[in-house]
T-cell receptor
Framework: NAGVTQTPKFQVLKTGQSMTLQCAQDMNHEYMSWYRQDPGMGLRLIHYSVGAGITDQGEVPNGYNVSRSTTEDFPLRLLSAAPSQTSVYFC?????????FGSGTRLTVV | KQEVTQIPAALSVPEGENLVLNCSFTDSAIYNLQWFRQDPGKGLTSLLLIQSSQREQTSGRLNASLDKSSGRSTLYIAASQPGDSATYLCAVTVNQAGTALIFGKGTTLSVSS
């Protein structure tokens, strides 16, 4: 099925570890974004990209890096995980203003 | 700063009722508004997209309206069913690319049979 694929679905990290959350879309959308969802806070934008090689910061970018080398992939990197980064992470791709979301990665940092 | 508010936070209704979910936003400079559905532990499913120039959109038993000048949108669900039980999220798009969505915190709907 066409859509947005996120891996892994679940991950437990120790404080200070690094990891990359993967996101891939097969709809040839130019635009992609990363959000985190926390209880009581709703979804908040971390980083977004308007095309290969172009990224920008959202509302809560600290502690996260992104790059966009291809149209299909938009990985999110945590360089040194902190407990405050425990959250559910969603990747989305957009076209004509309509966003399609992946199923999410549930990350726990201990 | 754009803020999106959804009222009520939770709603319980018996099967068959028609219901309205409310969404308000503080800045009328939006490109569009989307309603999403989220089931527990799952991702977001787009229900309806209303462009800023439109007044409403319909899909099956769902109807969403947009009044940009007053900063309000409503999602109307007709003849509710237990399968409609989920959290409904409203989001406004604040850039033309659609990469920057500002979300409300959602309304959790429970429909009892």
């Amino acid at each position: 099925n066409a859509g947005v694929t996120q891996t892994p679905k679940f991950q437990v990290l120790k404080t200070g570890q690094s990891m990359t959350l993967q996101c891939a879309q097969d709809m040839n959308h130019e635009y992609m974004s990363w959000y985190r969802q926390d209880p009581g806070m709703g979804l908040r934008l971390i980083h977004y990209s308007v095309g290969a090689g172009i990224t920008d910061q959202g509302e809560v970018p600290n502690g996260y890096n992104v790059s966009r080398s291809t149209t299909e992939d938009f990985p999110l990197r945590l360089l040194s995980a902190a407990p405050s980064q425990t959250s559910v992470y969603f990747c989305a791709s957009s076209s004509r203003g309509s966003s399609t979301f992946g199923s999410g990665t549930r990350l726990t940092v201990v | 700063k754009q803020e999106v508010t959804q009222i009520p936070a939770a709603l319980s209704v018996p099967e068959g009722e028609n219901l309205v979910l409310n969404c308000s936003f503080t800045d009328s400079a939006i490109y569009n508004l989307q309603w999403f559905r989220q089931d527990p532990g799952k991702g977001l499913t787009s229900l309806l997209l209303i462009q800023s120039s439109q007044r409403e959109q319909t899909s099956g038993r769902l109807n969403a309206s947009l009044d940009k000048s007053s900063g309000r949108s409503t999602l109307y669900i007709a003849a509710s069913q237990p399968g409609d039980s989920a959290t409904y999220l409203c989001a406004v798009t604040v850039n033309q690319a659609g990469t920057a969505l500002i979300f409300g915190k959602g309304t959790t709907l429970s429909v009892s049979s």
